[in-house]
């Protein structure tokens, strides 16, 4: 397999253990208790940056050579930047629901449940297009000289090695999330 489409699997993965973060939460949320808004809130903050910072810049690069090897493919898988645009649309509907929710505002439950359920799943489909329709789509059309220049691309983002790398930095946030949720369910089990 190609080792960019393996990275960005990887990083949906990474991706959608957040997001199972986020689900626990919801899930507290609807039996009427008092969720951890930190670690809500680090989530929301963590989908604020990742994406856009990281893995879509990654995706940006392979459609866009997709597009000049075979624009009538590349057509057949649909806008994926305009999906990402509204994954931060629906993002942001989250982090103002949660901002209500905590600035005591009356909110009817159902519709914070409906904002954040709604981020969640199309979050999932998206991925799951991605992987099923678009990354096996790119795989068939681009050639070697294609992800030879999509490497050199990608290595260009990255600053000196003696640099702090940003990827390090989000894995660290994703380990401190991970941590934090799991401290959360052993007070909550408790
Ligand atoms: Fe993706």
Same mark, same amino acid.
């Given at each position: 397999m190609?080792e960019?489409i393996?990275?960005l699997?990887?990083?949906?993965?990474?991706?959608?253990?957040l997001?199972?973060?986020? @689900?626990r939460? =919801?899930?507290?949320? #609807?039996r009427?208790?008092?969720?951890?808004?930190e670690? +809500?809130?680090a989530? &929301?903050?963590y989908?604020?940056?990742?994406?856009d910072?990281?893995?879509?810049p990654?995706e940006?690069i392979i459609?866009e050579?997709?597009?000049?090897?075979?624009p009538?493919?590349?057509?057949?898988i649909?806008?994926?930047?305009?999906?990402h645009?509204?994954?931060a649309?629906?993002?942001?509907?989250v982090?103002?629901?949660? @901002?209500?929710? =905590?600035s005591?505002e #009356?909110?009817?439950?159902?519709?914070?449940h409906?904002? +954040?359920?709604?981020f &969640?799943d199309?979050?999932?489909?998206?991925?799951e297009?991605?992987?099923?329709?678009?990354?096996?789509?790119v795989?068939?059309a681009?050639?070697?000289?294609d992800w030879?220049?999509?490497a050199l691309h990608?290595?260009?983002?990255?600053g000196?090695?003696?640099?702090p790398?940003f990827e390090?930095?989000f894995?660290t946030?994703r380990?401190?999330? =991970?941590?934090?949720?799991?401290?959360?369910?052993i007070?909550r089990s408790?």
């Amino acid at each position: 397999m190609i080792e960019i489409i393996d990275v960005l699997r990887q990083e949906h993965r990474d991706i959608d253990k957040l997001l199972r973060v986020l @689900e626990r939460e =919801l899930s507290v949320f #609807d039996r009427g208790e008092r969720p951890d808004y930190e670690v +809500i809130l680090a989530v &929301i903050d963590y989908f604020k940056n990742y994406p856009d910072i990281c893995h879509h810049p990654k995706e940006d690069i392979i459609v866009e050579r997709f597009q000049a090897r075979d624009p009538v493919a590349a057509a057949a898988i649909g806008d994926l930047q305009a999906e990402h645009r509204e994954g931060a649309k629906r993002l942001g509907r989250v982090a103002h629901a949660v @901002e209500r929710v =905590l600035s005591d505002e #009356d909110l009817i439950r159902q519709s914070v449940h409906d904002i +954040i359920r709604d981020f &969640i799943d199309h979050e999932r489909k998206h991925m799951e297009t991605e992987e099923r329709v678009a990354f096996p789509a790119v795989v068939k059309a681009l050639q070697p000289e294609d992800w030879a220049d999509i490497a050199l691309h990608l290595a260009d983002r990255y600053g000196s090695p003696s640099e702090p790398d940003f990827e390090e930095k989000f894995s660290t946030l994703r380990r401190n999330i =991970l941590e934090l949720e799991e401290a959360a369910e052993i007070e909550r089990s408790d």
